[in-house]
């Protein structure tokens, strides 16, 4: 089974910073991109912050500049790190791999953990 557990959210001061961190465990042969989503309700999820196999990256315009995604390897830890926090950051962020398993056959998967709550005062 593949598990991503989310820590590090609570509340945070328009300005300030704030750090996610995603630790992902489970027989995975190979984990392709990783990224955060936050969801607001009423609104469908989207995409905040991609990370690839690679190393590319990708962030949504409203975060550019002020959030970065990273992954320790080492830890099977992936973080966001949010800086100039707004009150529009405020939401539930979902930490999602894209694994590869390989068996019998090749399977190509998607996990998400279960979220964890950003909240931005002013």
């Known amino acids: 089974q593949v598990q991503l557990v989310e820590s590090g959210g609570g509340l945070g001061q328009a300005g300030g910073s704030l750090r996610l961190s995603c630790v992902l465990s489970?027989?995975?042969?190979?984990?392709?991109?990783m990224g955060w989503h936050r969801q607001v309700p009423g609104k469908e999820r989207e995409l905040v912050a991609k990370?690839?196999?690679?190393?590319?990256?990708k962030y949504v315009d409203a975060v550019k500049g002020r959030f970065t995604i990273t992954r320790d390897n080492a830890r099977n830890t992936l973080y966001l790190h949010m800086i100039n926090v707004k009150p529009e950051d405020t939401a539930v962020y979902y930490c999602?791999?894209?694994?590869?398993?390989?068996?019998?056959?090749?399977?190509?998967?998607?996990?998400w953990g279960q979220g964890i709550q950003v909240t931005v005062s002013r």
């Open positions: 990370l690839t196999k690679g190393g590319s990256t």
């Open positions: 489970g027989s995975i042969s190979s984990i392709n991109d």
């Open positions: 999602g791999a894209d694994y590869t398993v390989v068996g019998d056959t090749v399977v190509v998967g998607r996990a």
